[in-house]
């Protein structure tokens, strides 16, 4: 117990070094524009890109760990804005700029004016991260690595709100820079010396934001560190660590589902879920066997009526409660009617219509989540993510019938990968190459 407390403390907080090293790797570059040559900020920023991705990679080590959103989205920013600073020391350096502007208008001897390039490149990642929402590759990785924020429990929801409430703080202060700063450069910025004035506004503004926003950041990890403790932690403690096997019972191409109407007033217990669960006390291991017997015991089924599988397993992020994701074929829809278990069939498209319209209990649409994808994948490309048919974005059709026999292994990562990034993807190639040296394996 008093590990898991270590890990989520150190989890919480790592919030707060998540931010400070974004930040502080984004602010990096226009420090050493003071005292350092115009040609070496882009190998900076891309020095600084280098540091961010092995604390990125060095975090991902550990489980549970805060969302990676913030760095990523860092790490995004300062290789676009070190590209684009290449690019413009290459104009210099080339005397292509003389094609555009007078040669003695230019002034070669002030710094590199980072801020210019940073802020509005961050603040456009940050945007379309924003907008992409849990679509985005740096999300879909984090539901790769760790499963969905309902699989997470309580801290995995927190960290991902607060992840997300870090990048709309980013977008915000980058955007307010990025006008703040053009706004001085278009109106009052002469290009004739590097004033104190010009120091202040594209050297000292920057770090001045970063700072106040590191007391900020870190007020707000204090106050979630506290009450983590006394809502949640003391809670855990009275509960006592707990194991839940779960089973989701199928037959031909139907799902049997149960809606509790009588606790209304309990989150996501008015919502459909499968009726087959059973709560243990904790277990770090579950035979075959165990969770078969298990189901019996609540449905009063057979073993001779239904074939039955491990679908996967995972853990909540305070590491004292886990969860086993079982599959039941039933024989027949009769003998599950006539089982223990409330609730009635449902078929694929009321399955899809209830996902669509959030009547799902986040569980269960994590468990269908998965179901499909790993499905998916495994029907349509190999383990490279290639295709296994010769037509571009050809995808079979999706069934249940015959899921107990399937040959995929559902708890396996990889499927959920290739799901996402296969060779259907824009750009394939080079995304690969890029993961393969960014991306700890």
């Known amino acids: 117990m008093s590990d898991s407390r270590t890990v989520n403390e150190n989890a919480i907080f790592s919030l707060w070094l998540n931010w400070a090293m974004s930040l502080g790797m984004l602010t990096m570059p226009m420090v050493f524009a003071l005292f350092t040559a115009k040609i070496w900020i882009p190998l900076v920023t891309f020095a600084m890109m280098g540091i961010l991705i092995l604390y990125d990679n060095s975090g991902k080590m550990y489980k549970p760990s805060a969302c990676n959103l913030l760095p ?42 980072s801020i210019l390039i940073i ?37 995995g929801k927190l960290f991902s709100q607060e992840s997300k409430a870090q990048a709309t703080f980013l977008l915000t202060i980058s955007g307010a820079l990025s006008v703040v700063e053009w706004i001085y450069y278009a109106t009052f910025y002469i290009n004739v010396n590097f004033n104190s004035p010009d120091k202040f506004i594209f050297i000292w503004v920057p770090i001045i934001l970063f700072g106040l926003s590191l007391i900020y950041e870190g007020m707000r990890c204090f106050s979630l560190w506290g009450y983590y403790y006394q809502n949640i932690e003391g809670s855990t403690h009275r509960q006592g660590a707990s194991s839940c096997i779960r089973y989701l ?111 799902l209990s986040p569980m ?60 259907d993807k824009p750009f394939y190639s080079i995304r690969r190459l890029w993961r393969k040296h960014t991306a700890k394996k």
């Not at 104009?91 to 003389?98: E, P, S, T």
């Not at 017997?293 to 679908?311: C, G, K, Q, T």
């Not at 998965?370 to 999706?398: C, E, H, Q, S």
């Open 249 to 359: 019972v199928i037959c031909d191409e139907s799902i049997f589902l149960n809606k509790s109407d009588d606790y209304y007033d309990i989150p996501d217990q008015n919502k459909y879920d499968s009726p087959a669960m059973i709560l243990l006390k904790y277990n770090n291991n579950m035979s075959l066997k165990q969770a078969r017997d298990h189901f019996v015991e609540i449905s009063d089924i057979s073993p001779d009526d239904f074939s039955f599988r491990f679908m996967y397993y995972n853990d909540d992020s305070s590491g004292i409660c886990n969860f086993y994701h079982y599959i039941c074929c039933a024989n027949s829809k009769e003998v599950v009617e006539k089982s223990q278990l409330p609730g009635r069939w449902y078929s694929m498209s009321q399955l899809q219509r209830l996902l669509y319209n959030h009547e």
């Open 119 to 155: 802020a509005p490149v961050t603040f456009l990642v940050t945007l379309w991260s924003r907008i992409r929402g849990s679509r985005s590759s740096i999300c879909r990785q984090c539901v790769i690595r760790y499963g969905t924020s309902a699989e997470r429990g309580f801290i």
């Open 364 to 423: 269960l649409a994590s468990e269908i989540h998965r179901l499909y994808m790993v499905t998916m994948a495994w029907k349509t490309y190999d383990a490279d993510g290639r295709r296994l048919y010769k037509i571009k974005n050809y995808r079979p059709m999706f069934r249940l019938n015959g899921i107990c026999d399937w040959d995929v292994d559902f708890n396996n990562p990889l499927w959920l990968e290739v799901s996402s990034f296969n060779q």
């Open 72 to 113: 990523q989205i860092a790490i995004r920013s300062l290789a676009i804005s070190g590209f684009i600073m290449m690019i413009i020391c290459i104009v210099y350096a080339r005397g292509i700029i003389d094609y555009f502007y007078d040669h003695d208008l230019l002034n070669n001897h002030i710094p590199f004016i």
